[in-house]
């Protein structure tokens, strides 16, 4: 672990004892800060760059913020001088499993059949902490991959403030098409399942019920996976499955997010009325279009393909890029010149929490996008597609979910790597 990781941790274990201790603190201890003045070189609010801005924060939420001369400390407030940094809102990973490590350090099949679920959340503990570390205070997480429902617990553990991590919107056992996903060993009948199985109407209705009484926030679906033999990508449940999923979801107000990588699976989500496609690879102009007209967004997970393409053999830099690679330039080309709003996710998991700013960096390094327009689209943008009106911008009333990083992310985005705040919910879990 490098130094500054390893200070970073402790930092946040200081910052959960404060918080733990504080009811016990002698009657005689100074009233601590009612208020703190954030004072950065930069403000990024979520749309835009305003140099010279301070944010005022209090119980949690952000009370202003605009040019600092205007934005007097109140009494016993505590300021924070940043000088060189730029202050943003926390940013929001829209696609994460903090059940999941690397697959290179061990295949997903051997995480599903041998890992120990104790194992697995004692890992996701440490990826809690990591992600928001690395500045995401919120993170969407689409799927315990076989460990039951490990993050509605987990989800309780941070919002209880016994261990670190983002606030999380958690699609707990995500939903497949009987037979179509894995693991998959040759003649084994009734091997757990990385996901539940459910098909038909009454199946259908059942499982989707179960997740949400179970604590899903969203309903994950594989509309499409490389199933049957050869492992081809085809699509999975039928349009009337995929619609009646949204439906049953929808009547308790919560969206339904899809895994669709064929240009059908795509067609038969967005028509059933889902909110995000992941992945998206082999999207094709019309699927684009059909998602521009119903306000589809998709999470394209570029850096989940560059990472398993290098666990396979490629070099980056080295060699012509292997075709998932090239179809994921062309579908992320396809989706912005239809005009398709992206929600900015890795597909974390795959590659190390911790490591989410690796998407960003991608998108802008190899995929052409502006800084400005990733950082936006990772902020304000995540938050509406997401649905989360307390957050992704940086303006009074909204939650207190602040990060500092060193220098400019509006013009380089390497500057996310820079990370010397974060502040969830008024509480600093690292600071200069
Ligand atoms: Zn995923």
């Not at 924070?80 to 997903?108: A, D, K, Q, R, V």
């Amino acid at each position: 672990m490098k130094l500054a990781k390893l200070l970073g941790c402790l930092l946040a274990l200081g910052a959960l004892t404060a918080r733990a201790q504080s009811p016990v603190a002698a009657p005689a201890a100074p009233p601590a800060p009612t208020a703190t003045l954030l004072r950065p070189a930069a403000v990024f609010d979520g749309q835009d760059l305003h140099p010279g801005w301070a944010v005022l924060v209090a119980d949690g939420k952000i009370v202003a913020a605009g040019p600092a001369a205007q934005l007097g400390a109140p009494a016993r407030a505590r300021v924070l001088e940043l000088p060189g940094l730029t202050l943003l809102p926390g940013l929001i990973e829209g696609h994460s499993h903090l059940l999941l490590h690397p697959y290179n350090e061990t295949p997903w099949d051997d995480q599903v059949l041998k890992e120990p679920l104790a194992l697995r959340v004692a890992r996701a503990t440490v990826h809690a902490q990591r992600t928001l570390l690395a500045g995401f205070t919120t993170a969407r997480d689409l799927g315990t991959e076989g460990a039951g429902y490990a993050d509605v617990g987990l989800k309780r553990a941070i919002d209880e403030g016994i261990i670190p991590g983002p606030r999380l919107l958690v699609a707990t056992r995500a939903l497949v098409a009987t037979g179509s996903y894995g693991p998959r060993l040759a003649a084994v009948d009734d091997l757990p399942q990385g996901a539940q199985e459910a098909d038909g109407v009454d199946g259908i209705i059942k499982a989707v019920r179960e997740q949400i009484g179970g604590g899903a926030d969203v309903v994950k679906v594989y509309a499409d996976y490389r199933w049957g033999p050869g492992g081809t990508a085809a699509p999975t449940f039928s349009q009337e499955e995929l619609t009646l999923i949204v439906q049953t979801a929808r009547s308790t107000g919560r969206g339904v997010v899809a895994h669709a990588s064929t240009a059908e699976g795509m067609r038969r989500a967005v028509l059933a009325g889902v909110e995000t496609i992941e992945h998206g690879d082999a999207g094709t102009p019309e699927v684009f279009r059909l998602m521009k007209q119903r306000g589809v967004a998709l999470c394209p997970t570029v850096a989940a393909t560059d990472a398993i393409s290098q666990y396979r053999g490629w070099k980056r830099g080295q060699g012509p890029a292997p075709e998932r690679v090239l179809a994921k330039h062309r579908a992320v080309a396809a989706a912005v010149q239809a005009g398709v709003a992206l929600a900015i996710g890795g597909d974390v998991g795959v590659f190390p929490h911790g490591d989410n700013a690796r998407e960003l960096e991608l998108l802008v390094n190899d995929y052409g996008l502006a800084p400005q327009q990733v950082l936006r689209a990772a902020t304000a943008g995540n938050a509406q597609i997401f649905h989360l009106a307390d957050r992704g911008r940086i303006a009074p009333g909204l939650l207190a979910d602040l990060v500092a990083v060193a220098g400019d992310p509006t013009r380089q985005v390497e500057a996310l790597r820079q990370v010397r705040l974060v502040m969830k919910g008024g509480v600093l879990y690292q600071q200069p």
